[in-house]
């Protein structure tokens, strides 16, 4: 059996995770929408073997777009360009179950699981955003489980539609004249609560057979979700201990739904801040945390728990008691961490949000090459993570010292691979190809 190897994803943030990365002087926002900046970053990650590349995304526009690059190109066309410029690095699209019909979104990741051989990924989110409803026409955004409830349904009526043709329906056989064997091809004529979908996709079944199903909610409906449908789990935690009790209940989900914890990948944000030594990188930190505009943090604070501190003393002690953790938000993954945030180190408000500036809740770590390759390999070998997704303060230059200082690291003491060994997104996380859900029900009938 060959040694469990660590997972890097590169989450591609426009300019860089933390939240002024646009003004900082190595940053790059006139390239925002330059496609070849995205493919030369994506080309950079592959050239040092990372599993794939991510691209967040969300159907509305963000309020606190004044002062910061927070507007979104739509990730599948964008990776679809991504393709086209990559051979081997996987390609993970965020996509909503809430704003988006099953058979639309089926058709689109299928173009790009077959454009680019295989190496498509779905981020399945139910989107957090309320602002979003008004943009599709709708009074209110759905409460937390109802989104969830919608998406379970969304999920076996999406697989379906991926599994609708067998993977020998497609015959393209000139000499006989038969392009597809429609006995192969299937209606899935699913009825539901949410969706009445006739079917079949209208495109041959994927390389992967369907995208890897990535899924990004921490709340219980989140896991819960995540431990029948995903088969990666990004996720956000600043503590090992945190992390630990996550990845040891995704994985004892997943046994109670008769999966093998070893087909879900738990891979938690990263955010490291590196330089020569601890002095050099508390420094940089520093620089970062210095650019920061409190209007932009507390529209950000606000969105995670609720509360408006606009007119308070940012250097006062956060007010605790103003947090309604009874609410509709205290269900939610970011707002509990942020409670723990405050509950465990009583920040002032000024440090909070420089806690969060960094990567939104996620892990930040700041130190030399060595510190932060210890990190990854104490989570990865005490189980809290399969891998990680690395999230640069800013780019390009983020990912380049993370690739250059820290992956040489991993690679020595044999926790990642020098090279790839197969093709597709599934053999880059060592998952199995499915079975179409058709031919398992074909061959029970015989």
Same mark, same amino acid.
């Given at each position: 059996m060959s040694k %469990?190897?660590?997972?890097?994803?590169? *989450?591609?943030?426009?300019?860089?995770?933390?939240?002024?990365?646009?003004?900082?002087?190595?940053?790059?926002?006139?390239?925002?929408?330059?496609?070849?900046?995205?493919q030369e970053l994506a080309q950079r990650a592959e050239a040092h073997k990372f599993d794939a590349v991510f691209f967040a995304d969300g159907p509305?526009?963000?309020?606190?777009?004044?002062?910061?690059?927070?507007?979104?190109?739509?990730?599948?066309?964008? =990776?679809?360009? @991504?393709?086209?410029?990559?051979?081997? @690095?996987g390609l993970i699209a965020t996509a909503s179950t809430t704003y988006t019909e099953p058979y639309n979104l089926a058709r689109l990741?299928?173009?790009?699981?077959?454009?680019?051989?295989?190496?498509?990924?779905?981020? /399945?989110?139910?989107?957090?955003s309320a602002q979003a409803a008004q943009n599709f026409g709708l009074p209110e955004h759905p409460p937390h489980h109802e989104r969830y409830e919608r998406a379970r349904e969304y999920l076996d009526v999406i697989t379906a539609l991926w599994d609708s043709w067998e993977d020998d329906a497609l015959v393209n056989d000139p000499v006989s004249g038969v392009f597809a064997d429609t006995d192969k091809i299937h209606a899935i004529n699913h009825v539901g609560k949410?969706?009445?979908?006739?079917?079949?996709?209208?495109?041959?079944?994927?390389?992967?057979? %369907?995208?890897?199903?990535?899924?990004?909610?921490?709340?219980?409906d989140g896991r819960a979700f995540a431990a029948r449908f995903a088969e990666a789990v990004f996720t956000a935690h600043q503590t090992l201990a945190s992390a630990q009790e *996550?990845?040891?209940?995704?994985?004892?989900?997943?046994?109670? *739904?008769?999966?093998?914890?070893?087909?879900?990948?738990?891979?938690?944000?990263?955010?490291?801040?590196?330089?020569?030594?601890?002095?050099e990188a508390d420094? =940089?930190?520093?620089? *970062?945390?210095?650019? @920061?505009?409190?209007?932009?943090?507390? /529209?950000?604070? %606000?969105?995670? /728990?609720g =509360?408006?501190?606009?007119?308070?003393?940012?250097?006062g002690p956060f007010p605790r008691h103003l947090i309604d953790t009874d609410g509709a938000r205290g269900v939610a993954s970011r707002f509990k961490l942020v409670v723990d945030i405050v509950d465990r180190e009583k920040p002032t408000i000024r440090q909070l949000v420089q806690r969060l500036a960094g990567a939104r809740g996620h892990w930040v770590v700041a130190g030399p090459p060595e510190k932060i390759a210890d990190n990854i390999q104490t989570w990865f070998e005490n189980g809290a993570a399969d891998g990680f997704n690395v999230m640069p303060p800013w780019l390009p230059g983020g990912f380049e010292i993370f690739a250059e200082r820290v992956v040489p690291i991993l690679r020595k003491r044999g926790l990642f691979r020098h090279d790839y060994e197969g093709t597709t997104l599934r053999d880059h996380?060592?998952?199995?190809?499915?079975?179409?859900?058709?031919?398992?029900? /074909?061959?029970a009938i015989a």
């Open positions: %469990r190897q660590l997972s890097l994803n590169f *989450f591609i943030y426009p300019d860089g995770h933390h939240e002024a990365a646009w003004r900082y002087k190595d940053s790059a926002p006139d390239r925002l929408l330059d496609v070849t900046y995205y509305a526009l963000a309020d606190n777009v004044r002062h910061a690059a927070r507007f979104r190109l739509e990730p599948i066309t964008l =990776l679809t360009a @991504i393709a086209s410029a990559t051979q081997r @690095i990741f299928a173009s790009l699981d077959h454009l680019s051989r295989g190496r498509a990924g779905w981020n /399945i989110v139910t989107t957090s949410h969706f009445r979908v006739r079917g079949p996709l209208n495109i041959s079944r994927t390389p992967q057979g %369907r995208p890897v199903y990535v899924q990004a909610g921490s709340s219980d *996550f990845y040891a209940d995704i994985k004892r989900q997943a046994r109670a *739904f008769d999966r093998s914890p070893d087909q879900i990948k738990v891979l938690p944000g990263i955010s490291p801040f590196i330089a020569s030594t601890q002095v420094r =940089l930190q520093d620089e *970062f945390n210095e650019l @920061i505009q409190p209007e932009y943090s507390l /529209i950000q604070l %606000r969105q995670m /728990i =509360l408006d501190l606009s007119g308070f003393d940012l250097d996380y060592g998952l199995s190809r499915p079975a179409s859900v058709f031919s398992n029900a /074909i061959q």
